[in-house]
């Protein structure tokens, strides 16, 4: 018997609702079986609610199997409004942020296939934050857990995936105590996994490895801020942002997005680029295919992400943040039409 999963929906802001109806769309091409449960939350459900996050949404999310979510928006000028997404890495727990970086041929500067996974819910983004005497004041929370769970996650992810490397990035000559126990928890549990090559990159040499060699990286672990700026600096070498997915692993359950922001002067113009969402679904389907040992799920993925590659290299269907005119509608269609004709 198939199963049938339940998966969360939540929309977001900005081209959020365009592109996570174009990756459901392409889902149902893919004849994938799901039950999707809407979920609220953002600046948009805040101006018509006047509630940055639906009552009860942590109690809707117990059952699902994943949640995959559109870009959400925090507005500078609403003090009083707080990050969504710092909300659900903590409350969720999503201690692992896993974005990969595959290049695209004809596209990307060079050709590669690395993956950057970071520490999600530590480091300067736990916000305490002081002003004493003009003197403005950060703390940097690395913890022994934090880091050996991102760490574990890296190895095993890199042994199921076929990379035979990962690669710690740190900034433990300057930072001896913090990014330093990083460092130590690192290669402690590189110990347990001795068919993978474990070694490490100062966080700025990691910068000039994404641009000048990507070829030569396989895992990247790194604590929260790091990854944050690298991820962008990889999605760049990629060609956009807009062709990364990213997800957020945590124990429990699985939260699947792009790379790219709410994009807010195209929302509603039909033009958003669908793919760094359709990349989040494919990640998605990888993910449950892992986690229930379904293998059609994973063909499902393949047929995807094939199908993903052959619009952008081959056919050049291109929305207008990659110079192209296609709109969303269109890429989904082509990308559709490969699905149901085999034609990946």
């Known amino acids: 018997m198939v199963k049938k999963y339940k998966i969360g929906i939540l929309k977001g802001d900005g081209i959020g609702p365009e592109i996570v109806q174009a990756a459901v769309d392409v889902l149902n091409a893919l004849e994938f ?5 809407e979920l609220h939350a953002g600046y948009e459900y805040f101006k018509k609610s006047g509630k940055a996050i639906q009552d009860g949404f942590f109690d809707a999310v117990k059952g699902l199997d994943a949640i995959l979510k559109g870009p959400l928006y925090t507005p500078p000028h609403e003090k009083e409004f707080r990050s969504i997404n710092v909300l659900l890495r ?8 896993v974005r990969p970086f595959r290049s695209y041929k004809g596209f990307s500067l060079k050709e590669f296939n690395f993956v950057i996974v970071r520490e999600n819910t530590e480091d300067i983004y736990t916000g305490f934050e002081f002003l004493y005497r003009g003197v403005a004041l950060a703390l940097k929370i690395i913890s022994y857990d934090g880091a050996r769970r991102v760490s574990e996650f890296a190895f095993s992810y890199a042994r199921s995936n076929g990379f035979n490397r990962v690669t710690v990035v740190h900034k433990a ?14 290669f402690d549990i590189a110990k347990n996994y001795p068919e993978v090559q474990a070694d490490e990159l100062i966080v700025d040499t990691a910068g000039y490895m994404i641009v000048k060699n990507p070829e030569r990286l396989g895992v ?18 990629v060609g956009s942002l807009g062709l990364c997915g990213s997800a957020q692993i945590g124990r429990d359950i699985a939260v699947f997005e792009p790379v790219h922001g709410v994009a807010l002067d195209i929302a509603g113009k039909g033009v958003a680029n669908p793919i760094g969402e359709l990349e989040s679904a494919k990640l998605m389907l990888i993910h449950l295919s892992n986690k229930y040992s379904d293998r059609k799920l994973y063909e499902k993925a393949f047929v995807l992400e094939r199908a993903i590659h052959k619009i952008v290299e081959e056919l050049r269907i291109l929305t207008p943040d990659l110079g192209g005119n296609s709109k969303t509608s269109d890429v989904v269609n082509s990308i ?3 699905i149901q004709s085999n034609n990946t």
């Open 220 to 237: 990247l672990v790194t604590p929260n801020l790091y990854g944050d700026i690298l991820a962008d600096v990889a999605a760049a070498v």
């Open 33 to 37: 079986e799901a039950e999707y449960i």
């Open 336 to 338: 559709t039409k490969l």
């Open 90 to 97: 903590r409350e969720l727990d999503l201690y692992a942020n």
């Open 173 to 186: 000559n300057i930072l001896r105590i913090s990014d330093g126990l990083f460092r130590e928890v690192f």
